[in-house]
């Protein structure tokens, strides 16, 4: 049976490159041991905030290696499978097993939007693949299948599938997915910018964006809801809300990239497509990093 009990503040953590587009081993050690010392629970590699669809399967692998490495063993690692094949997204789960990760978040297969069956059917498969504990990525705005909490009824009895990063961008679905299967699955809030209503009606932990660039403040409103101590996670969510708002984008990578930046954690290097913020959106994300550090709550004397 899959033994993993996953909460707190999961980051999905952002891929660092050169400036010529090869991967940062450096940049990424160093980043990944100031998340972790901060004290996030987990790291979560090769994500959408970590430009997964730009990596080489073998650079995915790479990745992975220098968070397990990093890490080692003081807290969990787990990779993003992204892939558009059910054949392929098994192969890298077997890989990645063997490396030694954690766990795995899964995708629905890019490209194609499948239906209900198709989507449990590709869980069942990878999950079979893995051996490994699984967060299912639920996320039907961006990636078109939305797996309903009826599904994950029908979906209880794999054992390898022990939570779900909810992302539906409806916080009702914590509720509604408690209702359905109780505790079955733990329940983490994939948007950002509901990462409180999604702790009060009681989701486990958050798979979080602004966490890259702000690992502290957002343990600590993990902490301080997990503590119900409501009046002042209230005022550390309002203020970090602004921010939040960069994570549900189109330009999310852009966005929390250029937070790091500002931030004093990171760089701006994207793989093209992508490139750096120009022009207005660069001065309004600007505008909203420079009035959030120059308010940043002191939260070390909160605990």
Not at 225 to 233: G, L, N, P
Request: charged share 25%; proline share 4%.
């Amino acid at each position: 049976m899959a033994a993993a009990k996953w909460e707190g503040v999961f980051p999905a953590v952002t891929t660092k490159f050169k400036e010529n587009e090869d991967l940062d081993h450096a940049e990424m050690e160093k980043h990944f041991n100031f998340q972790i010392d901060s004290g996030v629970h987990a790291l979560l590699t090769c994500g959408s905030l970590g430009e997964a669809s730009t990596l080489s399967f073998d650079e995915k692998l790479a990745v992975t290696k220098t968070a397990l490495n990093v890490a080692a063993g003081r807290v969990p690692v787990l990779v993003n499978v992204s892939e558009t094949r059910t054949a392929t997204a098994c192969r890298f789960a077997e890989k990645a097993h063997e490396m030694g990760v954690q766990g795995l978040m899964v995708m629905p297969s890019v490209l194609y939007a499948a239906d209900s069956r198709e989507a449990m059917d590709n869980l069942r498969v990878i999950a079979k693949a893995a051996q490994l504990p699984i967060m299912v990525y639920n996320n039907p705005v961006s990636y078109k299948v939305d797996l309903t909490p009826e599904d994950f009824k029908e979906l209880a009895d794999c054992e390898w599938i022990v939570a779900i990063k909810e992302s539906t961008d409806n916080v009702r679905r914590i509720t509604d997915l408690r209702n359905a299967v109780g505790h079955r699955y733990q329940l983490f809030m994939g948007v950002d910018d509901l990462s409180f209503e999604g702790l009060a009606v009681g989701a486990d932990g958050l798979l979080a964006g602004l966490v890259v660039a702000f690992p502290k403040e957002t343990v600590a409103l993990y902490k301080l809801m997990k503590a119900k101590r409501w009046d002042e996670a209230l005022k550390l969510y309002q203020w970090f809300m602004p921010l939040m708002h960069l994570d549900v984008s189109t330009k999310l990578v852009q966005n929390l990239k250029l937070v790091e930046t500002l931030a004093g954690v990171g760089n701006e290097y994207v793989r093209r497509p992508r490139q750096p913020l120009q022009g207005a959106d660069r001065a309004r994300v600007t505008a909203v990093v420079q009035a959030a550090l120059a308010n940043r709550p002191d939260v070390s004397t909160l605990f």
